[in-house]
């Protein structure tokens, strides 16, 4: 283990081994020096000079803050591993191995998040069970790199552990042993991520209302980790059977452009269709550029295989004569107006062709009436 974490300057009681977040309000305590800092914007860098008590406008170095605003995910993993066959590290023993967890920055730099308990004299280990908020693993950011060891963590089952040396001397080196992912299982507060199906509409609006209870709302608006996340469903069923469509009701600019530009053309090519209603008085310049009605969005040089995208401002559509029930029908068919095409355009591009007619509703009571 590195002493450099534990010796590393403290904000109030934050450990860096430890997951939890400090407060926005914190104090540090630098060569006498006391240093506040408050209300700090996401991905805002704070640069504060540092004088030595008693000698106006002589420097001691600088401090740097950095703040990322948390994702109001509310799942959590529960995750065990053990090791099997590891370096011998010790001259008189075996080893007291242990892992340690490393999440990415916004900025591509690495933080502690996870830290195992070390297993005592041993090569293989097996360390206990851990549970750990997917805001502190990846800030609910399932396409986020993660890592242990330096090693991307790809929620495989086995993973070799390199001995950088050992691999620049030996040519027929292969590891220096192994980490196995014993379990792995997801949990959350509020709902099923894994299971999101409702019964019917009246299933959706029952688990919209139960979300308002509990979800926090804030920015920034960041649409991709969920554009993301219903593409993964989306990708499992290519064969015509099932097709998504995505509602996002937001009220804030967009603060993910260019990778929410990528997540639509990757989503492109599946059977699914997004569909933004932009509700206050914010500008949407940007969501009519994602529509791609005129221009065909596009990301690094590749463009969106179909347009997916419709894009509603609620405003355009509140009735001031107070005709709320007019205003509404007409809301709902704007909304619902490229799906049939998009829904369609999918469909032949792959040679899906319908499945035979179900046979028609019989009321109860009614014998059936056949054709011989």
């Not at 990846?138 to 790809?154: E, H, M, P, T």
């Not at 009519?288 to 347009?307: P, Y």
């Not at 997916?308 to 107006?337: C, E, W």
């Amino acid at each position: 283990m590195n002493n450099s974490f534990l010796s590393m300057a403290s904000i109030v009681d934050f450990d860096p081994l430890n997951p939890s977040v400090p407060a926005t309000k914190v104090e540090i305590t630098v060569s006498l020096c006391v240093l506040y800092t408050q209300a700090m914007g996401n991905r805002e860098w704070r640069e504060v000079s540092v004088c030595k008590p008693g000698i106006p406008g002589k420097k001691c170095g600088t401090i740097i803050v950095k703040a990322e605003e948390l994702n109001n995910c509310r799942e959590s993993v529960m995750m065990q591993f053990c090791g099997n066959k590891l370096d011998k590290k010790d001259f008189f023993g075996k080893s007291d191995p242990f892992l340690v967890f490393y999440r990415s920055n916004e900025d591509g730099t690495f933080t502690i998040c996870h830290k195992t308990e070390v297993v005592k004299n041993t090569l293989n280990p097996v360390w206990q069970a851990f549970k750990i908020p997917v805001r502190a693993l990846c800030n609910g950011d399932y396409d986020r790199y993660v890592s242990f060891f330096r090693q991307q963590l790809l929620w495989r089952v086995k993973y070799n552990v390199v001995n950088p040396k050992k691999k620049g001397k030996k040519k027929k080196y292969l590891n220096s042993g192994t980490v196995t992912l014993l379990s792995f299982l997801v949990d959350t507060e509020n709902g099923n991520p894994q299971n999101p199906y409702c019964a019917g509409i009246d299933g959706v609006m029952e688990a919209y209302y139960q979300s308002l209870k509990s979800v926090q709302l804030y920015g920034p608006t960041n649409f991709s980790p969920v554009i993301n996340h219903v593409a993964r469903y989306a990708a499992s069923v290519k064969d015509g059977s099932q097709y998504f469509v995505l509602l996002i009701i937001t009220d804030g600019v967009i603060s993910d452009m260019a990778q929410t530009k990528e997540s639509i053309v990757n989503a492109s090519c599946l059977p699914m269709s997004i569909i933004i209603v932009g509700v206050g008085p914010a500008e949407f310049d940007a969501m009519v550029e994602l529509d791609g009605d005129e221009v065909r969005i596009s990301s690094r040089g590749r463009f969106a295989e179909r347009d997916i995208v419709q894009f509603v401002p609620f405003r355009d559509y509140i009735d001031r004569t107070g005709n709320h029930i007019l205003s509404m029908a007409r809301l709902a068919k704007d909304v619902l107006a490229e799906i049939p095409d998009q829904f369609l355009s999918y469909m032949r591009t792959r040679g899906i062709k319908p499945s035979p007619a179900p046979p028609p509703y019989t009321p109860p009571g009614q014998p059936i009436q056949t054709q011989i």
